[in-house]
């Protein structure tokens, strides 16, 4: 076994070069974050990994440097997955890293005394909060990545699922690092766990698999119209707007095409469908209405790769499914980013559908035509 810590040591270099690529390739910001994560991991203080390669830390220093780092690690990869998720980072995520950045300043200082030596098991006691973070923080980019990044059965999910079991073999770590039957299993696995991710990672990054949400159409068309509309029936928008569908459009419906797609029109059906059942044609994807966070990411995506108008006839379904409140939230956020833009959204509701309070909110946001 005297083989896994200098394959833990290569499995940390291999993701993290596979991930500064995909950084360098693109060069945005929350690539950036997640490469100096994980470049900080390769750089690892562990005792397991530095010992045989010569290395030795302090033993007064040990204890700090390894929750600092874990603390680092997981601030970066947290902002970075936020970044994933949400193109931009809101209040609420300032606060989230803020408080934790609190709360390990005061375990670090913690640490600086001799407050957990008290304890029997401090080692454990030491590295729980840090080990946790870590392995939470994995974990969570791993779950970012393959609902909002990373195309489904494909080579790529690699990537995510490497990172969210070595997220969680490290929630393990405070309680079998110092077991020495079980220690270098979990080593083991860890190199594993990372050379999945590795594995994926290089795939999505040389040779991602083609997913319409981040597909230019083939035409780049000006917009024809520009604002926020509210309608009564897609016959009314046809009827007023009659080039509406001549532009880029995304269609958010409960009703998709039943006739074959155009090329400048891409489909997100609001269903509870499996979302991999994706239709022969290749343009309806099927998505969950629950999952309006995916979705305004995927809506921002193809904004900004030049679909000009969006049109929405699903709203109602929305507010079953979320409520009005969270619905609502989500249409004036789509709407901001579209207006922002210069671009057109056409809302379809039935008036008879919603209370004239729930009507009137939507006409200060919407025009009529």
Do not use: C
């Not at 033993?59 to 390894?66: K, M, S």
């Not at 000009?308 to 409140?325: C, H, R, S």
């Amino acid at each position: 076994m005297a083989f896994i810590p200098y394959l833990n040591f290569l499995s940390r270099w291999l993701l993290f070069l596979a991930v500064f690529y995909k950084a360098a390739k693109t060069r945005e910001k929350r690539w950036g974050l997640i490469t100096v994560a994980l470049f900080i991991n390769a750089l690892d203080v562990e005792s397991y990994i530095l010992t045989p390669l010569g290395v030795s830390i302090k033993p007064e220093a040990y204890d700090v440097l390894l929750s600092a780092q874990s603390f680092l690690i997981t601030t970066l990869l947290t902002w970075g997955g936020i970044q994933l998720r949400k193109e931009r980072s809101e209040f609420r995520d300032v606060v989230t890293l803020g408080t934790f950045a609190i709360a390990a300043y005061i375990w670090l200082f913690l640490l600086a005394t001799e407050f957990f030596d008290r304890f029997e098991h401090s080692f454990a006691i030491k590295s729980s909060f840090p080990g946790f973070a870590f392995g939470a923080s994995l974990m969570y980019v791993g779950y970012v990545l393959r609902n909002y990044v990373i195309s489904k059965n494909t080579l790529e999910e690699l990537f995510p699922w490497g990172l969210i079991l070595l997220g969680a073999i490290n929630l393990t770590y405070p309680f079998i690092r110092n077991i020495e039957s079980i220690a270098p299993v979990a080593f083991l696995l860890a190199a594993v766990f990372r050379l999945m991710a590795a594995v994926g990672a290089l795939k999505f990054a040389i040779y991602p698999s083609k997913m319409a949400v981040f597909e230019k159409p083939k035409q780049q068309k000006p917009p024809e119209v520009k604002g926020a509309f509210i309608l009564k029936s897609k016959e009314e928008l046809k009827k007023l707007i009659p080039n509406f569908f001549d532009q880029n459009v995304i269609m958010i419906t409960r009703n998709p095409p039943k006739e074959g797609v155009p090329e400048n029109t891409l489909v997100y059906w609001l269903t509870k469908m499996e979302e991999s059942s994706i239709k022969a044609d290749g343009k309806i994807y099927p998505i969950s209405p629950t999952r309006i966070d995916i979705l305004i990411h995927l809506l921002t995506k193809n904004l900004e790769s030049g679909y000009n108008a969006v049109y929405m006839d699903g709203f109602e379904y929305l507010i079953i499914e979320n409520g009005f409140e969270s619905a609502v939230k989500f249409l004036f956020d789509l709407k901001d980013r579209v207006v922002s833009e210069g671009k057109v959204i056409a809302l379809i509701i039935d008036p008879r559908t919603l209370t004239e309070k729930q009507i009137a909110l939507l006409e200060r946001e919407f025009s009529r035509l």
